[in-house]
């Protein structure tokens, strides 16, 4: 299910949410056009149950009229029956029918708005976010995580909340209203009106109260949003928050966020709990007229007294539901103001979007760079400056330079992560822009130099870009990144828990890992961002042998600062200021005596005074 509308602009370097601008219950109504016969038949039996929640005052009255009136009772003039007795009997009867008839019908509505409510909770969260992963990256590096879980998580439930039962109460009361006033106007047209009488006021004060709520609920979710940021940071920082003795510090952050939250919550709790003692006033107005107009007008004789008795029942019926109206008006404030996040995420268009081509199978991955330019936003200097590499298939070619330089920003161009400013990249004279991602990271096995593991075990690591890989092949990726060795060593082999982001293993066993992952995916292009950074020489220089095997017959691109890891490799990049200044074959650029040759001098110790 896609969503898309105009959305409150935002300034990109914001990290709030953005919000939707058009109504949010609009925006409700749009998004559930899928479940609206769902919604047309749990309507039908709320309103049906209404309807036989009405009635047993209307036979509350008849049953009076009888006692008072016996054989001239509106039931025996109706139903030909002079017996009292017979005539309560079929009220009984007609009791029990109605009773249970509003059993069944409240049984239906509920379970149907229920059920509602979580189907739309499910599509609603997963909608969104199989839309954040359609978002670009920049995206993500202008909102914080928290944020963003705050509206797949706290503001998804918010909505949910509000369904479950708030149309089938809304729905309920505005029938009541309905059903018991053609009730009393038809008997009697004067305590109709004053019946009547608080309704305008009730209805008045509840788009008042609506008007004032609306803001003070979006700062509680916004306030709740950053809770949410403060905690995910907190908790992702643990290991320095304790290096760095900070744990007293971000106590007090989390604590300074949650009074804000507090405070914002303690603001919209005051107005809202204030509307339904004023709306008690306003029944209590309602029962009294009926009580004195009505009750003087049965001790002269002008009223019966079945229909005193249940004109009274009706009044309590009329207007105590609306009691209830500000817990659920409460309900949908708070419900709106996380619609207005939802949508407004929904609402975000991805800047990059996938072609139409599939990479023609199979792919020989050439990669080609073509007077590229890039800079991370309009505002910031160029990171890439008239970049032309060209890697022919199945070559290795490294990037080398200082930080800075640009390597890894070819690495997120080539992912298709990032989108050119200008220029062309493209795999066998395939512009990335008319392929699916699909079919090009397909292409792919990326080592990464942030290195990241799911919460799980090595194997279910290990196949994730792999799925249906067997064991065998699972046993050989290993062994080729130098991983099978401490894998086999764990109690559980491959069966072992690696924890959150791999906290259980070493920074070394981590690395591995990812290479192990990417070289199960058998890709025709192998990407490497500083792949043995985090690794000791010697399992560095065994690394580099596997790889040697790895690397034949496949495009193989290396981003590197340890120049010993790259000096077999056919070409040799080097960058400074976003632009190749050298490029050539590691002798080669020795010989030539530029920058390459005084970065080895430096790493090798021949040469001391300079860095990288």
Same mark, same amino acid.
């Given at each position: 299910?896609?969503?898309?509308?105009?959305?409150?602009?935002?300034?990109?370097?914001?990290? +709030? $949410?953005?919000?939707?601008?058009?109504?949010?219950?609009?925006?409700?109504?749009?998004?559930?056009?899928?479940?609206?016969?769902?919604?047309?038949?749990?309507?039908?039996?709320?309103?049906?149950?209404?309807?036989?929640?009405?009635?047993?005052?209307?036979?509350?009255?008849?049953?009076?009229?009888?006692?008072?009136?016996?054989?001239?009772?509106?039931?025996?003039?109706?139903?030909?029956?002079?017996?009292?007795?017979?005539?309560?009997?079929?009220?009984?009867?007609?009791?029990?029918?109605?009773?249970?008839?509003?059993?069944?019908?409240?049984?239906?509505?509920?379970?149907?708005?229920?059920?509602?409510?979580?189907?739309?909770?499910?599509?609603?969260?997963?909608?969104?976010?199989?839309?954040?992963?359609?978002?670009?990256?920049?995206?993500?590096?202008?909102?914080?995580?928290?944020?963003?879980?705050?509206?797949?998580?706290?503001?998804?439930?918010?909505?949910?909340?509000?369904?479950?039962?708030?149309?089938?109460?809304?729905?309920?009361?505005?029938?009541?209203?309905?059903?018991?006033?053609?009730?009393?106007?038809?008997?009697?047209?004067?305590?109709?009106?004053?019946?009547?009488?608080?309704?305008?006021?009730?209805?008045?004060?509840?788009?008042?109260?609506?008007?004032? #709520?609306?803001?003070?609920?979006?700062?509680?979710?916004?306030?709740?949003?950053?809770?949410?940021?403060?905690?995910?940071?907190?908790?992702?920082?643990?290991?320095?928050?304790?290096?760095?003795?900070?744990?007293?510090?971000?106590?007090?952050?989390?604590?300074?966020?949650?009074?804000?939250?507090?405070?914002?919550?303690?603001?919209?709790?005051?107005?809202?709990?204030?509307?339904?003692?004023?709306?008690?006033? +306003?029944?209590?107005?309602? %029962?009294?007229?009926?009580?004195?107009?009505?009750?003087?007008?049965?001790?002269?004789?002008?009223?019966?007294?079945?229909?005193?008795?249940?004109?009274?029942?009706?009044?309590?019926?009329?207007?105590?539901?609306?009691?209830?109206?500000?817990?659920?008006?409460? #309900?949908?404030?708070?419900?709106?103001?996380?619609?207005?996040?939802?949508?407004?995420?929904?609402?975000?268009?991805?800047?990059?979007? +996938?072609?139409?081509?599939?990479?023609?199978?199979?792919?020989?991955?050439?990669?080609?760079?073509?007077?590229?330019? %890039?800079?991370?936003?309009?505002?910031?200097?160029?990171?890439?400056?008239?970049?032309?590499?060209?890697?022919?298939?199945?070559?290795?070619?490294?990037?080398?330079?200082?930080?800075?330089?640009?390597?890894?920003?070819?690495?997120?161009?080539?992912?298709?992560?990032?989108?050119?400013?200008?220029?062309?990249?493209?795999?066998?004279?395939?512009?990335?822009?008319?392929?699916?991602?699909?079919?090009?990271?397909?292409?792919?096995?990326?080592?990464?130099?942030?290195?990241?593991?799911?919460?799980?075990? $090595?194997?279910?690591?290990?196949?994730?870009?792999?799925?249906?890989?067997?064991?065998?092949?699972?046993?050989?990726?290993?062994?080729?990144?130098?991983?099978?060795?401490?894998?086999?060593?764990?109690?559980?082999?491959?069966?072992?828990?690696?924890?959150?982001?791999?906290?259980?293993?070493?920074?070394?066993?981590?690395?591995?890992?990812?290479?192990?992952?990417?070289?199960?995916?058998?890709? +025709?292009?192998?990407?490497?961002?500083?792949?043995?950074?985090?690794?000791?020489?010697?399992?560095?220089?065994?690394?580099?042998?596997?790889?040697?095997?790895?690397?034949?017959?496949?495009?193989?691109?290396?981003?590197?600062?340890?120049?010993?890891?790259?000096?077999?490799?056919?070409?040799?990049?080097?960058?400074?200021?976003?632009? $190749?200044?050298?490029?050539?074959?590691?002798?080669?650029?020795?010989?030539?005596?530029?920058?390459?040759?005084?970065?080895?001098?430096?790493?090798?110790?021949?040469?001391?005074?300079?860095?990288?």
């Amino acid at each position: 299910m896609t969503y898309a509308h105009v959305m409150t602009s935002q300034a990109p370097s914001s990290l +709030a $949410v953005p919000t939707s601008s058009t109504p949010p219950l609009r925006d409700l109504w749009n998004y559930a056009k899928g479940h609206r016969k769902r919604v047309w038949l749990a309507a039908t039996f709320s309103l049906l149950n209404k309807a036989c929640d009405v009635a047993p005052e209307l036979l509350i009255g008849a049953a009076v009229d009888v006692v008072a009136r016996g054989s001239d009772s509106f039931v025996a003039k109706v139903l030909g029956v002079e017996d009292k007795f017979s005539q309560l009997t079929i009220l009984t009867i007609i009791t029990v029918v109605i009773w249970l008839a509003e059993s069944a019908t409240e049984y239906v509505a509920v379970v149907t708005w229920r059920n509602l409510a979580q189907t739309i909770e499910h599509e609603a969260r997963l909608d969104t976010y199989r839309h954040v992963q359609t978002l670009e990256m920049a995206y993500f590096e202008d909102r914080t995580s928290g944020g963003l879980m705050t509206v797949l998580n706290e503001d998804v439930n918010q909505l949910e909340r509000f369904l479950d039962l708030g149309p089938h109460k809304l729905l309920i009361t505005s029938a009541n209203v309905v059903f018991v006033g053609v009730v009393f106007f038809v008997v009697s047209p004067l305590l109709a009106v004053l019946a009547f009488l608080p309704i305008p006021v009730i209805i008045a004060g509840s788009l008042w109260y609506q008007t004032r #709520l609306e803001p003070r609920y979006a700062r509680v979710r916004e306030a709740g949003g950053e809770i949410g940021d403060t905690l995910t940071n907190s908790i992702g920082g643990m290991a320095t928050i304790k290096a760095f003795t900070g744990e007293q510090r971000e106590a007090e952050r989390v604590s300074e966020r949650s009074e804000a939250y507090r405070l914002a919550n303690r603001e919209a709790i005051r107005f809202s709990t204030a509307f339904n003692p004023l709306i008690r006033m +306003a029944v209590l107005t309602g %029962f009294t007229m009926t009580l004195l107009i009505g009750g003087r007008a049965a001790l002269r004789g002008e009223l019966e007294l079945g229909v005193f008795s249940m004109l009274v029942y009706m009044t309590q019926r009329l207007l105590w539901p609306l009691v209830q109206l500000g817990e659920t008006l409460d #309900l949908y404030q708070r419900a709106m103001a996380s619609c207005r996040r939802i949508f407004g995420l929904l609402s975000v268009e991805p800047s990059i979007v +996938a072609g139409s081509t599939d990479l023609p199978l199979p792919v020989k991955g050439e990669v080609r760079f073509d007077n590229v330019h %890039f800079s991370y936003s309009p505002d910031s200097p160029e990171v890439l400056k008239g970049l032309s590499i060209t890697v022919p298939a199945g070559e290795t070619h490294a990037i080398v330079g200082a930080t800075g330089s640009g390597k890894s920003t070819v690495v997120k161009l080539l992912l298709r992560l990032y989108e050119p400013t200008s220029g062309t990249v493209s795999v066998d004279s395939h512009p990335l822009g008319s392929l699916t991602f699909t079919s090009l990271r397909q292409a792919m096995g990326f080592v990464a130099q942030d290195v990241f593991l799911f919460h799980g075990t $090595v194997r279910e690591n290990l196949v994730y870009g792999r799925p249906d890989a067997t064991d065998e092949q699972v046993y050989k990726a290993a062994e080729l990144a130098e991983a099978s060795g401490f894998i086999e060593a764990m109690p559980d082999g491959y069966e072992t828990l690696v924890g959150e982001r791999g906290q259980k293993l070493s920074g070394g066993q981590r690395q591995r890992l990812t290479i192990a992952r990417a070289i199960l995916r058998d890709p +025709a292009i192998l990407v490497l961002d500083e792949a043995t950074s985090a690794v000791d020489n010697e399992t560095e220089a065994a690394i580099q042998r596997s790889m040697a095997r790895v690397s034949e017959g496949r495009t193989t691109i290396v981003i590197a600062h340890r120049l010993s890891t790259v000096r077999h490799a056919h070409r040799i990049h080097v960058m400074e200021a976003g632009q $190749v200044i050298e490029s050539g074959t590691h002798d080669e650029l020795v010989e030539l005596g530029g920058l390459y040759s005084a970065l080895w001098r430096v790493q090798t110790g021949e040469s001391y005074g300079q860095s990288l």
